[in-house]
C-alpha cells in the first residue's frame, strides 16, 4: 500500500493512493457537501457540490471522481465554492417543485439539510414551477418527479447493487426525468424486485414508500451500507 | 494490394477520364439550390452535342463558394485550358454550358476564380474538394490516393509517424486546439493492446458545415488520415461518429468504406504488411453534447450519451475502457498531406503557434458565403471583408461570432486580429471547429446571446445541475432583459450566474455555454444596459 | 424616542404564521413595549399606514389583491420581511401553478370538481381576481431579510424580531433558524 500525504483547509492528510479527496476529507473530518454521492456505488460526479479548489490548478475539481495526490494544496470552503454552492442548490430548488410543507421527507432530506448547509434562506432565481407528475403504481413505493434532483443513486444502487437496473434516466436538459423499465408505470416494470435499496438511497422525498405521509419518512441508510459491504465484512445477519 | 497495383489503379482511371471534365457540384449546398437536376441537363446536352467522347459530367464535392451555387466548373484533363466557372448555375443555362465549348456564349453568370474569396485560400485539407467524385475510390487513388499510407507503412516504424506529426504542429481542429502529436504519442505510449481511433464528426455548431463538406468531398481522406492514425498509435478499429442529420456524408462514407475494403485498402493486412485496420461508422441520433469526448464514447458503446468526469481521458481509458485516439474530421483530414509533404512543409505554414490552415465556413451577413480554407494567421478582416465581401448593409460589420455555442462575438474593432487559437481566446472567443457568422449593425446583441443560450439550454444532457438548470436560467433572464423587463440586478445576476455556470459545470458544454453571453457583455455591454428599467420600489 | 412602527400583512397563506406569531405568547407584552403594531389582519386597521418601520410579510401573491397590498406596503415600509415558506418560496398555494394559469384551476376547483350549480366566482371588487403565477414576494417587490419555515415556530421569530429590532444584519444561519418546511 502506498501512502499519499496532501493538505485539506490546513490540515496535513496522509491516506492510500488511489482515495477520492472526499474520501480522504472524511477521513481528517472535514466534510464536503454533496448530493449524488453515494458509499458504495460508483461515483458520477453530477452535483457539482464537492466541488474543491485545489493549489496549482485554475478547476475547481469533484472531489468525489479526484484522486488525491502526493502534497496536494487543497481548500474546500472558499468564499467562491460557498457562493457557487448556494447558487447550485438556489438552482435546484428553483428547478423543480420543492414544497417541503407537505413532503415525506421534511426534516429528514438532504437537498433541505443542504439548503440549511448553505445558508440559502431563499432563491435568487425565479422558480420554474414544472408540471412534472406522480406515479404511484408500484405497491409498496412512489415517485414523485417533482421532488427529484437527477443525482441517479436510485440508478446506481439499483444497477450497481441490486443488479436489476429498474431506473434510467430519459430526454434531456431541462426535460430531463428518470424512469422505471422502459419508460413504464413502476408498477408493471417486471425487473423491479421490490427491494427498496432506491428508496434508501434518494436523498429527497421523490422516492417515497407509500402510506407515509408528511415528514414521516424516515431513511435507514445502514441498511444500504450493510449490503455493500456484508460480503468483505462477513456480515451475514443483521 | 501492393503498390504496384495501387498505382495501376491509378494509372487507370487516368486514362479513363475524358479530356474535358464538367464538374457539377454535388454536395449538400449546391445539392439544396438545385445541382442535381443541373446535372441531368448537363449530361442530357453532352449527348445531346454528341461530345459523349471527349467530355463527361461528373459530380464532385464541395467548390466552396457555397453561397452562389449551384456551381459548375469545366476543366480540360490536360490542363492546357483554364477552367472555367459558372455560378448560380439553373437547368435552363446547362445546355449552353455544354454548347459552350463548341464555342459560343454560356448564359450562367462567369465566377472568378482569381476573385478574393478563392486567392486567398490555402486548401490542404479541401484540396480534393470539388476536383474529384467523392464517391469513386478511384478518382481519390488518381490524385494521388492511399499512397502516404502506404508509405507509412513500409518506410516509417509508428514513432515516426507520430514525430512526424508532432514536427509539423497540428493541433485539434475540433475546437479545443490540443497538439495532435501529443494526442497521438500519449495513446502510443499505452501499453499495447486494443486501441481504438474515433474519427469525430459530429458537427454541431450552428452555422458550421466543414466537417460535413470534408467528408461529403473528400472521404477516403479522412479514411486514410485514420489509417495513418491507427498505425502510428497501434490500433486496429476506427469508428466514425457522425450525426444523423447529415445522410449525404454518411451516405458518401459507407460508400467510401466498403470501396477502401474492396481494393484492400482497409481490412487485414493493408498493403500486404501486418497491419489490419478497419472502420466502422457510428450515426449519432444528434445530440449536440455528443460531440463531446467522454458522451460520444458512451454513445458508440451504445449507452446514454453523457459526459463523464475526466481524468481518466480517453487517451488512457476511452472506448470499452481501451486506449482511444479521438481527433476530428478536419484533423485527420490533414494528415494524408502532412505525410506527403513533410512535417517541415505544414509547420512552414501559419503562425509560430497555430500552424497550417484552418477551415471555416463564412456564414452570416457577409456578402461571400461558403468555405474557405487559410492559413492560421490570416486576419479576420482579411476574411470578412476581402474574401467575404463584407456585408451589404450600412453601417459595416458589427461582429464575427467564432466557435459557435462555445464562442463569442469578435466586435469590428478587433478584425485585425490574425486567425489562430491564442489570439481568439484572448479576445473571449474561441477558434472552435471553424463556424464564422458575421453580423450587420441591425443585430442585436442580447438577441444573440439569447440564441446560443436557447441552443444550450437544449443540448444540455442534464447531468449536471449548473449546465441543465443554470441554462435555462441565464436563458429566462436575457428574454427578461430584451422583453425590457429586467433592472440593473438581473444584470449582474446574469454575470455571475455565467461564471458559476462555467467554473462549475461537468463538460465542455456547460463550461463554455456562458461565452456568447459574457464575450457580449464585453464589448457590447451597453446594448443591455440600454435595455435595463429601473428597479421598482425601494430597496 | 418614537416607537419601531411594526406592520403584518396577510397574503395568499394559510395564517399559520401568524398563529405562530401569537404563539409568542407573553413575549408578545415585550415587544408591545418596544413596537407599535400599525397594520396587521390581528388589529383592525383599515389602510396600510406610511412611514412603517419593519414589515413581516405572510403568504405568497396569489391574486391582484395581495399584488396591490404588497406594493404598498413595499412603497411604505423600511425593511420588508418575507415571514414564512409562502412568502419565500410561494409554497403551497404554488402548487397550482404547474398547471399552467389560473383558467384550469379554476375549471377544475370550480367545474370539474363542484357538486351542483358549478360555476366559476365572479364578483368585481369583492372576488379578486387570481393571479395567473402564484408568485414569492422577493420575485415582484425587493425584500431586505427572509425568514423561512412552515410556519416558522415561534422561537424563531422572536429571536429574529430580536435581531431586527437590535437593528443587526437579518441573515440567518443554522437549522434552527433557517429549515424550510
Given at each position: ?20 479527496i ?23 460526479g453530477?452535483?457539482r457540490?464537492c466541488l474543491v479548489e485545489i493549489q496549482g490548478s485554475n478547476k475547481l475539481l469533484p472531489a468525489?471522481v479526484t ?5 496536494m494544496?487543497i481548500q474546500?470552503?472558499t468564499?467562491k465554492l460557498?457562493?457557487y ?154 | ?308 468526469p475526466r481524468p481518466?481521458y ?152 449548473p ?32 461564471y458559476m455556470v462555467r467554473d462549475t459545470s461537468l463538460c465542455g458544454?456547460g463550461m463554455t ?27 | ?181
Amino acid at each position: 500500500m502506498s501512502v499519499r500525504t496532501l493538505r485539506i483547509n490546513g490540515i496535513d492528510v496522509a491516506v492510500e493512493s488511489g482515495t477520492s479527496i472526499l474520501a480522504a476529507a472524511k477521513q481528517a473530518g472535514i466534510t464536503i457537501p454533496t448530493l449524488c454521492h453515494l458509499d458504495g456505488v460508483s461515483d458520477v460526479g453530477a452535483c457539482r457540490l464537492c466541488l474543491v479548489e485545489i493549489q496549482g490548478s485554475n478547476k475547481l475539481l469533484p472531489a468525489c471522481v479526484t484522486e488525491v495526490a502526493e502534497g496536494m494544496d487543497i481548500q474546500t470552503e472558499t468564499p467562491k465554492l460557498q457562493e457557487y454552492r448556494r447558487m447550485t442548490v438556489e438552482l435546484l430548488f428553483s428547478e423543480g417543485n420543492h414544497v417541503c410543507a407537505v413532503c415525506v421527507a421534511n426534516g429528514n432530506c438532504e437537498l433541505q439539510d443542504m439548503a440549511i448547509a448553505v445558508g440559502m434562506d431563499h432563491t435568487r432565481f425565479p422558480y420554474r414551477f414544472p408540471d412534472r407528475d406522480l406515479d404511484v403504481s408500484h405497491p409498496q413505493f412512489g415517485i414523485d418527479h417533482n421532488r427529484c434532483i437527477f443525482c441517479t443513486r436510485c440508478m446506481r444502487v439499483c444497477d450497481e447493487i441490486e443488479g436489476a437496473h429498474v431506473w434510467d434516466v430519459a430526454q434531456r436538459g431541462a426535460a430531463v426525468r428518470m424512469i422505471t423499465g422502459l419508460n413504464q408505470p413502476w408498477g408493471e416494470v417486471e425487473a423491479c424486485t421490490s427491494c427498496g435499496k432506491c428508496v434508501e438511497a434518494c436523498p429527497t422525498g421523490a422516492i417515497f414508500r407509500q402510506g407515509s405521509t408528511v415528514a414521516e419518512m424516515q431513511r435507514d441508510r445502514s441498511t444500504l451500507e450493510f449490503l455493500v459491504t456484508a460480503r468483505e465484512k462477513k456480515e451475514w445477519t443483521r | 494490394m501492393d503498390l504496384a497495383e495501387l498505382l495501376a489503379i491509378r494509372q487507370k482511371e487516368r486514362d479513363r477520364q475524358k479530356s474535358t471534365r464538367i464538374h457539377c457540384c454535388t454536395a449538400a449546398g449546391c445539392l439544396s439550390s438545385g445541382s442535381a437536376a443541373v446535372k441531368a441537363q448537363l449530361e442530357a446536352a453532352v449527348d445531346a452535342e454528341g461530345l459523349g467522347a471527349s467530355t463527361e459530367v461528373c459530380s464532385v464535392g464541395c467548390m466552396r463558394f457555397c453561397g452562389r451555387g449551384p456551381l459548375v466548373e469545366v476543366v480540360s484533363r490536360e490542363g492546357d485550358r483554364e477552367p472555367i466557372l459558372y455560378e448560380q448555375v439553373t437547368t435552363a443555362d446547362a445546355a449552353s454550358i455544354v454548347k459552350a465549348l463548341k464555342g459560343g456564349e454560356a448564359t450562367a453568370p462567369l465566377g472568378d476564380r482569381n476573385h478574393p474569396f478563392f486567392a486567398r485560400q490555402f486548401p490542404i485539407v479541401l484540396e480534393n474538394s470539388g476536383k474529384i467524385d467523392p464517391e469513386r475510390i478511384e478518382e481519390y487513388i488518381a490524385v494521388g490516393g492511399y499512397q502516404q499510407l502506404y508509405r507509412v507503412l513500409y518506410e516509417y516504424d509508428p514513432a515516426e509517424v507520430v514525430d512526424e506529426i508532432t514536427r509539423s504542429g497540428l493541433r485539434g481542429r475540433g475546437g479545443g486546439g490540443y497538439p495532435t502529436g501529443l494526442k497521438w504519442a500519449t495513446v502510443a505510449k499505452m501499453p499495447a493492446g486494443q486501441k481504438y481511433v474515433i474519427c469525430n464528426a459530429d458537427e454541431g455548431d450552428p452555422g458550421a458545415f466543414m466537417d460535413r463538406s470534408v467528408l461529403e468531398s473528400d472521404p477516403h481522406r479522412v479514411l486514410e488520415g485514420m489509417a495513418i492514425a491507427g498505425y502510428a498509435i497501434g490500433a486496429n478499429h476506427g469508428f466514425i461518429y457522425v450525426r444523423a442529420e447529415y445522410p449525404l456524408a454518411i451516405r458518401h462514407l459507407q460508400k467510401a468504406i466498403q470501396q477502401a475494403k474492396r481494393y484492400s485498402l482497409l481490412g487485414s493486412q493493408i498493403f500486404g504488411s501486418p497491419f489490419d485496420f478497419k472502420i466502422d461508422i457510428r450515426v449519432g441520433a444528434g445530440a449536440f453534447v455528443c460531440g463531446e469526448e467522454t458522451a460520444l464514447i458512451a454513445s458508440v458503446e451504445g449507452r446514454r450519451g453523457n459526459p463523464r468526469p475526466r481524468p481518466p481521458y480517453p487517451a488512457e481509458s476511452g472506448l470499452w475502457g481501451c486506449p482511444t485516439l479521438i481527433n476530428n474530421v478536419e484533423t485527420l483530414a490533414n494528415i494524408p498531406a502532412i505525410i506527403r509533404e513533410g512535417a517541415e512543409w505544414y509547420a512552414k505554414i501559419g503562425t509560430e503557434k497555430s500552424k497550417g490552415t484552418k477551415v471555416f465556413a463564412l456564414t452570416g451577413k457577409v456578402r461571400n458565403t461558403g468555405l474557405i480554407e487559410v492559413p492560421m494567421g490570416t486576419t479576420l478582416r482579411q476574411i470578412v471583408e476581402e474574401m467575404g465581401g463584407g456585408v451589404a448593409t450600412a453601417g459595416g460589420v458589427k461582429a464575427v461570432q467564432t466557435g459557435g455555442p462555445s464562442g463569442g462575438c469578435i466586435p469590428a474593432s478587433a478584425l485585425d486580429t490574425s486567425v489562430d487559437y491564442e489570439s481568439l481566446t484572448q479576445l473571449g472567443s474561441i477558434m472552435g471547429s471553424g463556424g464564422m457568422i458575421v453580423m450587420d449593425n441591425e443585430t442585436n446583441m442580447v438577441d444573440v446571446a439569447r440564441f446560443y443560450m436557447e441552443f444550450c439550454r437544449g443540448e444540455s444532457c442534464g447531468k449536471c445541475i449548473p449546465c441543465r438548470a443554470g441554462t435555462v436560467q441565464l436563458y429566462q433572464m436575457l428574454t427578461k432583459i430584451l422583453n425590457r423587463e429586467a433592472s440593473e440586478g438581473d444584470l449582474e445576476r446574469l454575470e455571475a450566474l455565467c461564471y458559476m455556470v462555467r467554473d462549475t459545470s461537468l463538460c465542455g458544454l456547460g463550461m463554455t455555454a456562458p461565452n456568447p453571453v459574457l464575450s457580449t457583455l464585453r464589448y457590447f455591454r451597453q446594448e443591455y444596459e440600454e435595455l435595463l428599467q429601473p428597479a421598482t420600489g425601494k430597496r | 424616542m418614537d416607537k419601531i412602527k411594526l406592520a403584518t400583512i396577510w397574503l395568499g397563506g394559510c395564517s399559520g404564521c401568524h398563529m405562530s406569531f401569537l404563539d409568542l405568547d407573553e413575549w408578545l407584552f415585550d415587544l408591545a413595549a418596544q413596537v407599535d403594531l400599525v397594520f396587521s389582519p390581528i388589529a383592525d386597521i383599515k389602510t396600510y399606514p406610511e412611514g412603517v418601520d419593519i414589515c413581516l410579510v405572510e403568504g405568497s401573491i396569489a391574486n391582484e389583491d395581495n399584488l396591490e397590498l404588497v406594493r404598498q406596503a413595499r412603497a411604505r415600509t423600511k425593511v420588508l420581511i418575507s415571514f414564512g415558506d409562502c412568502a419565500v418560496t410561494a409554497n403551497v398555494p404554488a402548487m397550482r401553478n404547474p398547471l399552467g394559469s389560473a383558467k384550469p384551476v379554476l375549471e377544475r376547483c370550480y367545474l370539474e370538481l363542484g357538486d351542483v350549480q358549478t360555476q366559476i366566482p365572479h364578483e368585481p371588487g369583492i372576488v379578486p381576481p387570481l393571479l395567473d403565477r402564484v408568485r414569492p414576494v422577493h420575485e415582484l417587490v425587493p425584500v431586505d431579510a427572509y425568514l423561512p419555515g412552515c410556519p416558522p415556530p415561534a422561537d424563531r421569530i422572536r429571536t429574529f424580531l430580536e435581531m431586527a429590532l437590535r437593528g443587526e444584519p437579518l441573515h440567518l444561519k443554522g437549522r434552527e433558524m433557517l429549515k424550510f418546511g
